[in-house]
């Protein structure tokens, strides 16, 4: 009997140009694709290979990538 992993829905976006961060929290149900920093107003992207900014420049990766790895990603 496995159990069903809780994702963590809070996740420190830092800027890569600035180094501004915030704490947000991420969708469940959808990833994010951009967002406008808060310091600097630098649009952020999700690198290469990466399904959403909070998987590039958080702390803690989405939900879907948190619960079923590259294999749930949304993108």
Known sequence: MSVAM???LRSTLTCPECGY????????????FFH????????????SGDCCVFCSYGDVPCPPIQIDGK????G
């Open 6 to 8: 809780t994702p963590i």
């Open 21 to 32: 961060a915030e704490t947000l929290t991420m969708p469940t149900d959808a990833c994010l």
């Open 36 to 47: 406008e920093c808060a310091g600097c107003g630098e649009m952020l992207k999700p690198r």
């Open 71 to 74: 294999a749930g990603c949304c």
